[in-house]
């Protein structure tokens, strides 16, 4: 029989396994930490994404509360801006009521209302309200007032600057007068009346 060799543990093996494994152990932790300080760099990217972000948000929502505050405060403006033209579904009753009220509070009689078309100079019709004429273009009614005369000059320009400054916009398209049976009256032709509509 042979004998089997004993493996002995010297001094210098033992150094040499005791290297190899302070080797390993420093290569392992050398890798660990690479690979840890990559996770962090990619986790401190995220986290900066995050705070730009947030930033811009809050950029965002502190722009939209300037413009909810201005808004707020200018909330006339926008209320007078959606009052300038008839929204109401048949504008020729919108025309003739404001042209009514200004005459009455200005102390005007009229005579007829007529829907003419766009530009028309014809007589006016009786008191009876035909279809109203729409310009297409400019998405108007057009109507012509015959006014009671002889009329008293200032009560007339009254009534003329209360329609054209009232809401919804008004335009007079010209007026037509001659001298009236006294100093302060004047004889006063159809005036022709426009209303913007949307």
Do not use: C, W
């Not at 093996?13 to 962090?40: D, E």
């Not at 008839?86 to 005459?103: L, Q, R």
């Not at 006014?147 to 209360?162: A, E």
């Amino acid at each position: 029989m042979t004998e089997s060799k004993k493996t002995t543990l010297t001094a210098t093996r033992l150094r040499i396994i005791l290297s190899l494994t302070l080797l390993l152990i420093i290569a392992a932790g050398g890798g660990g930490f690479v690979y840890v300080k990559g996770l962090l760099t990619q986790y401190s990217v995220t986290v900066s994404h995050t705070k730009v972000d947030a930033q811009a948000s809050d950029g965002n929502i502190t722009s939209l509360e300037t413009i909810q505050k201005e808004l707020a405060t200018d909330q006339d403006v926008v209320q007078k801006a959606t009052q300038l033209r008839s929204t109401s579904e048949f504008p020729e009753f919108d025309i003739v009521n404001d042209v009514k009220k200004y005459a009455a509070a200005d102390g005007i009689s009229i005579d007829s209302y007529d829907f003419t078309s766009q530009g028309s100079t014809g007589t006016p019709s009786t008191t009876s309200v035909p279809a109203p004429a729409v310009s297409s273009s400019s998405k108007t009614v057009d109507l012509s007032v015959s006014i009671h005369s002889p009329v008293n000059y200032q009560k007339l320009l009254q009534f003329l600057y209360d329609l054209q400054q009232g809401l919804p916009k008004m335009q007079v398209q010209g007026v037509s007068v001659g001298p009236g049976d006294s100093v302060d009256t004047v004889e006063v032709q159809p005036i022709t009346i426009e209303m913007y509509t949307e």
